[in-house]
């Protein structure tokens, strides 16, 4: 049982490029989430999934884009890359929207240069 | 809006107990989250309260008051593995389906 599954794990992108940073769940979980963290601080949430088809805005969503296909999969899509996108995403996966048991992923490390 | 507060770090000794404060500012919200984080890893789930009270699991205790807005995580027995960031969360109940997390407390455990 993998969990949550995100690739690449580390990545250095020069600015205006594009990429996609891939996520995938394999618990039947509806609910997805994408955050990024800064050194030192807390995450924030960019965008969320509650199921296949349906996505919405977190609290820093701007430069970014999500789509969900499958239940399983939840790519998130970086356009035109800027230094302040500099960060560590991680994806998550539950069962419930109540906020517990959150299950994340390893982390993609992005460099924006 | 929301808002969290955690105190930035907090020492402790190995074997005491160790408590992490987190106070909060939201209109309302499902329940408050504990997350654990050690350094270059990704946050592990904890502790969940949706009542206000105590809930245990094994050495980590959470506490949740709504009247007073503050919300705990206490460690026993502490190891030198607890040496970690934790966060506390919470999942709002307006505005969709969002967990929104606290700066984080980092802990660190002397020998």
């Known amino acids: 049982n993998a969990g949550v599954t995100q690739t690449p794990k580390f990545r250095i992108l020069k600015i205006g490029q594009s990429m996609t940073l891939q996520c995938t769940q394999d618990m039947n979980h509806n609910y997805m989430y994408w955050y990024r963290q800064d050194p030192g601080m807390g995450l924030k949430l960019i965008y969320y999934?509650?199921?296949?088809?349906?996505?919405d805005k977190g609290e820093v969503p701007n430069g970014y884009n999500v789509s969900r296909s499958t239940t399983e999969d939840f790519p998130l899509r970086l356009e035109l890359a800027a230094p302040s996108q500099t960060s560590v995403y991680f994806c998550?996966?539950?069962?419930?929207?109540?906020?517990?048991?959150?299950?994340f992923g390893s982390g993609t490390r992005l460099t924006v240069v | 809006g929301q808002s969290l507060e955690q105190p930035s770090e907090v020492t402790a000794v190995e074997g005491a107990i160790v408590q992490i404060n987190c106070t909060y500012q939201?209109?309302?919200?499902?329940?408050l989250s504990w997350y654990q984080q050690h350094d270059g890893g990704a946050p592990t789930f904890l502790s969940y309260n949706a009542l206000d009270g105590l809930e245990e699991t094994g050495r980590f205790s959470s506490f949740l008051s709504r009247s007073d807005s503050y919300g705990y995580l206490l460690l026993q027995e502490l190891q030198m593995k607890d040496s970690a960031s934790y966060f506390c969360a919470v999942s709002l109940a307006t505005g969709g389906f969002k967990t929104i997390f606290g700066a984080g407390t980092r802990l660190f455990v002397k020998a």
């Open positions: 939201t209109s309302g919200f499902y329940g």
């Open positions: 999934s509650v199921g296949a088809g349906i996505t």
């Open positions: 998550a996966s539950s069962y419930s929207s109540r906020g517990d048991g959150y299950t």
